[in-house]
């Protein structure tokens, strides 16, 4: 199978250089996300909260309304809809040289997001499973697509996953989505394994631990680990309190080849870019 080799992506004619990794911060437009500290309700809560992103050296702000973590509660399209559009709206506004990505599963949600709201990347944590029509979307807008993997949905992933090798079956995934992608003209592809969606903690550390099998696509890898619980149930913490533990492991996927890191915490990433940057130039 053939990949292409980029180590870039073009957000609305802007190409974005990924030689050195770049922050992405969370803000959700949610009142029960796993993390308080990254739920934002109010117009100037999530306005603030962006503008110190972005003052913090983030690139690219990652905008979702429906909580995916496990027990949360289902919300329709129009509610998912309210919250985000208005959001990134109101950040492409004041902040229009931004780079916003939507997150969401839902193609006529990110369909409005790119179009009418002024987000330049898709972020879909189902890979294209939850809505058959996000593919179609994607190859329509010509915009960055994060393909995640998830094993199993929200309510049940956590619930006994099972892999032959974790990463050899994750990879297997990606590549059929990958082609698929890819045949429709579909280039700037950022694939994201998904720590802590269907896996535990042990295959979340395997994943780490050997994310320099995900770069065999040739395209950039994403992750997101912020204060997720690989973190705080290994050390008997709670999220609030796993933010160090994110920087170290943040650091090892800069070591074995993140390009991007998705973070609540932006500074604390910037400065861990920075560090294994200095380390590198070094040897």
């Known amino acids: 199978m053939m990949f292409l080799m980029p180590k870039s992506i073009n957000v609305k004619g802007k190409l974005i250089e990924l030689s050195s990794p ?66 990134i709206k109101l950040i492409n506004r004041e902040l229009p040289d931004l780079i916003i990505s939507i997150d969401t599963f839902r193609a006529d949600i990110a369909m409005e997001a790119v179009l009418e709201c002024g987000a330049g990347i898709i972020n879909d944590i189902t890979g294209g499973e939850a809505d058959k029509k996000m593919f179609r979307v994607v190859e329509k807008l010509n915009v960055p697509y994060v393909l995640m993997h998830m094993k199993g949905t929200p309510g049940k992933m956590e619930r006994n996953p099972v892999y032959d090798d974790v990463v050899a079956d994750i990879l297997r995934w990606l590549s059929g989505r990958i082609t698929r992608l890819q045949s429709h003209g579909v280039n700037d592809i950022i694939i994201d394994p998904g720590f802590g969606f269907g896996k535990t903690v042990s295959h979340n550390f395997e994943m780490l631990r050997r994310l320099r099998d995900f770069s065999i696509a040739g395209l950039p890898v994403l992750v997101g680990i912020s204060r997720k619980s690989m973190i705080w149930k290994s050390l008997d913490i709670r999220p609030e309190e796993a933010q160090n533990g994110t920087t170290v492991l943040n650091t090892a996927a800069l070591l074995n080849g993140a390009d991007i890191l998705r973070v609540h915490d932006v500074r604390e990433a910037v400065q861990a870019i920075r560090l294994v940057g200095m380390l590198r130039k070094s040897s």
């Open 22 to 87: 770049k922050v992405m911060g969370i803000i959700n437009i949610t009142p029960d996300s796993f993390y308080e500290g990254s739920r934002f309700m109010r117009e100037e809560e999530y306005l603030n909260a962006a503008l110190k992103m972005v003052e913090e050296g983030a690139a690219i702000i990652d905008i979702g309304g429906y909580s995916t973590r496990p027990g949360a509660s289902k919300i329709s399209p129009e509610e998912e809809r309210d919250r985000v559009l208005k959001a």
